[in-house]
């Protein structure tokens, strides 16, 4: 694939016209299978970015291109199905829906994406696999959600993101909830998920301790 | 949007505790207004079949409902009485059919006492053009028998052979009793409910021999005529209340209804039941309408209930739908698992309230129509009321769409990471 996973050019983002810019950022590029460390303090925009790379919200100004499609030439549905399509998200924390079992919650983008869900021979067994590999008790499984640690609720969140090897993982502060020791092996455990399925990572945080794993490292500023 | 419904449905069983109570509240506020509506048309067509089948009923020229009101209800009195000459005449005409003769005036123990003949057995219709029955005995056969309908039998604990006293007038005034002629029950019909149930049939003849030694609404002093000597007068009636017509062909009850009018001898009115019992009703009818104009607020309250339900549920659901948005899904999927939602609390509660009313009707039906008088409540459900439940899934849609619009609006706000 000769396009790069994430182009942003001459983006700008401003909530109401007449407000100013709330978030500029010139050129940025994530290639197919690298990784890039986002930082910034708060307020610099960077939950904002995520939307926009989301196609959640759209730029004032320039352009998202992710594998080649602007976002913002599709509908506001093509985007919603692109986003099924190709995007894993990682999130904070409560990223999972307390009431569905943990294997219902890693299956759920399957179940919105007919492509991730054809990604991957055996859904359920893809699944079984990704949490196993992620260092979650296989006796979890059917438990709902919402009787995990902060900690395994994390893992079970990236096995959501990465079923069906999306084309683009993006985390927010995923690691925020977890002890500093934790933390550095849950990126590890991240990154190596995502280089086996060739997906670009986008990683947000404000801990720059965390930047040397990374391929890329970009700053934001408010 | 089949994914969808799945979590819609886990996501409601997650919250059953809120969304139960509010299904709940939903539950009884249809069912109030179901049963409404069927105790409504129940009550309006027993009502309109208290009595069927007769085409005329004949009185003293007055209010045509003050008519109905003492011919068929025997509640308050007639103006004048109609001259016996005049009902056999009027009988006696071609188009006529049948004719019963009525006599009002007597009670007992606060019952209507109902002077007539055997032909009232034969004729009377009551609801769907059913005869009367006899649980048991038969009709009237000597002078002194009397025929008791089933509220009287139930309510007084009488059988057969029972013997009773009448009282002049409504009331059991003390010295106004024909303690000296009492009656035998000869007979006890069937529950109809209708007025009925609530009188104590004689032949005219015993009316005419228990006011032999009366005169002007009290006993005449000094004149006593012991009941085995009453054979030796004339119990031919001169007067009787009313009389029921019915006809061999329905397309001469306005003509006769018009000779009637026209009668010379004295001044005579007529009245088709049907007709004057659909104007009562719409007097008495107010009350159906405050019934279901209630019921109408309680639904509302129900909805009102499950929109706040909803609405109170969003906050605490930010975040679902944020994870939802973040796997794919679109507003249009949010707003979906809001209505869905919403609109299965609303079938659900449909669904048990008609399986509530159903089996009411089914269990307390036959013993509503025999106590109130109401036909037999419907099983089916009817063109009204699939009027009323069209409504109610209307009304339930348009609420829905307010905690729908809410989480779109909401989703839209928040993109991917709810702002808490």
């Known amino acids: 694939m000769s396009h790069p996973a994430i182009a942003i050019s001459n983006l700008a983002f401003r909530w109401r016209p007449a407000d100013a810019f709330c978030l500029e950022l010139a050129n940025a590029t994530v290639n197919a299978g690298k990784s890039l460390f986002l930082h910034g303090p708060s307020g610099s925009g960077k939950s904002t970015l995520l939307n926009l790379i989301g196609g959640v919200l759209l730029p004032a100004r320039g352009s998202v291109s992710l594998l080649g499609q602007s976002l913002g030439e599709l509908s506001a549905s093509r985007r919603d199905a692109f986003r099924a399509d190709h995007l894993g998200f990682i999130f904070q924390q409560f990223n999972l829906i307390p009431y569905l079992s943990v294997l219902d919650n890693v299956l759920l983008p399957c179940r919105f994406s007919a492509r991730r869900a054809r990604g991957v021979s055996e859904p359920e067994a893809e699944a079984r696999r990704l949490l196993n590999a992620l260092d979650l008790d296989p006796a979890l499984l059917s438990r709902p959600a919402a009787e995990l640690s902060v900690g395994q609720q994390q893992r079970v969140a990236a096995a959501r993101a990465l079923i069906g090897q999306p084309e683009i993982l993006i985390a927010d502060e995923p690691t925020s909830a977890l002890d500093a020791e934790r933390q550095a092996a849950f990126v590890e455990l991240l990154l190596s998920e995502a280089k086996q399925a060739g997906s670009a990572v986008v990683f947000v945080s404000h801990d720059l301790r965390l930047a040397a794993h990374f391929d890329h490292s970009l700053a934001l500023t408010a | 949007m089949k994914p969808l419904l799945a979590i819609a449905l886990k996501s409601a069983w997650n919250r059953r505790l809120t969304l139960g109570l509010t299904l709940l509240a939903i539950t009884l506020a249809v069912t109030l207004l179901l049963s409404v509506e069927r105790i409504r048309q129940a009550a309006r067509d027993g009502f309109a079949q208290s009595v069927s089948g007769t085409d005329l009923i004949v009185g003293a020229r007055g209010s045509p409902l003050q008519l109905v009101l003492y011919a068929v209800f025997n509640v308050g009195e007639a103006s004048n009485n109609v001259d016996w000459q005049s009902y056999q005449s009027i009988a006696a005409d071609p188009a006529v059919a049948w004719s019963v003769p009525l006599a009002l005036g007597d009670s007992h123990r606060g019952?209507?006492?109902?002077?007539?003949?055997?032909?009232?057995?034969?004729?009377?219709?009551?609801?769907?053009?059913?005869?009367?029955?006899?649980?048991?005995?038969?009709?009237?056969?000597?002078?002194?028998?009397?025929?008791?309908?089933?509220?009287?039998?139930a309510k007084l604990g009488y059988r057969l052979g029972e013997s009773i006293t009448l009282s002049h007038g409504s009331g059991p005034l003390p010295g106004l009793a024909h303690a000296d002629k009492p009656f035998t029950v000869a007979?006890?019909?069937?529950?109809?409910?209708?007025?009925?149930?609530?009188?104590?049939?004689?032949?005219?003849?015993?009316?005419?021999?228990?006011?032999?030694?009366?005169?002007?609404?009290?006993?005449?002093p000094g004149l006593a005529i012991p009941a085995d000597m009453v054979g030796k007068f004339d119990l031919q009636p001169k007067t009787i209340t009313a009389f029921l017509l019915g006809l061999h062909q329905r397309s001469a009850v306005f003509r006769l209804q018009r000779k009637i009018a026209d009668y010379r001898a004295e001044p005579l009115l007529a009245v088709l039941p049907g007709v004057a019992l659909d104007q009562l009703w719409q007097t008495v009818g107010v009350v159906e309408k405050a019934l279901l104009g209630i019921s109408g607020l309680v639904f509302a309250v129900g909805l009102a209930g499950l929109a706040a339900v909803m609405l109170a549920s969003l906050n605490e659901r930010r975040r679902e739908l944020a994870v939802l948005r973040s796997v794919g899904a679109g507003p249009r999927h949010i707003v979906f698992l809001l209505m869905i939602e919403s609109l299965l609390v609303t079938l659900l509660g449909v669904a048990l309230s008609l399986a509530v009313v159903s089996v009411a009707a089914w269990l307390g039906g036959p013993w509503l129509a025999a106590r109130f008088g109401l036909s037999t409540l419907p099983l089916a459900v009817s063109p009204g009321e699939l009027r009323l439940l069209a409504g109610i899934f209307a009304a339930a849609l348009l609420v829905s769409l307010w905690p729908a619009w809410r989480a779109y609006r909401l989703s839209l706000a928040d993109g991917l990471i709810p702002r808490l």
């Not at chain 2, 019952?111 to 029955?133: I, K, S, W």
């Not at chain 2, 003849?205 to 032999?212: F, W």
């Open chain 2, 187 to 220: 007979g006890i019909l069937a529950p109809t409910g209708t007025p009925v149930d609530r009188r104590v049939h004689v032949s005219l003849a015993a009316i005419e021999a228990i006011h032999l030694d009366w005169q002007g609404g009290a006993p005449v």
């Open chain 2, 111 to 153: 019952f209507p006492v109902l002077g007539t003949t055997p032909a009232y057995f034969e004729h009377y219709r009551y609801g769907d053009r059913q005869p009367l029955r006899f649980t048991a005995g038969q009709p009237f056969n000597g002078l002194f028998d009397s025929v008791i309908g089933a509220e009287v039998a």
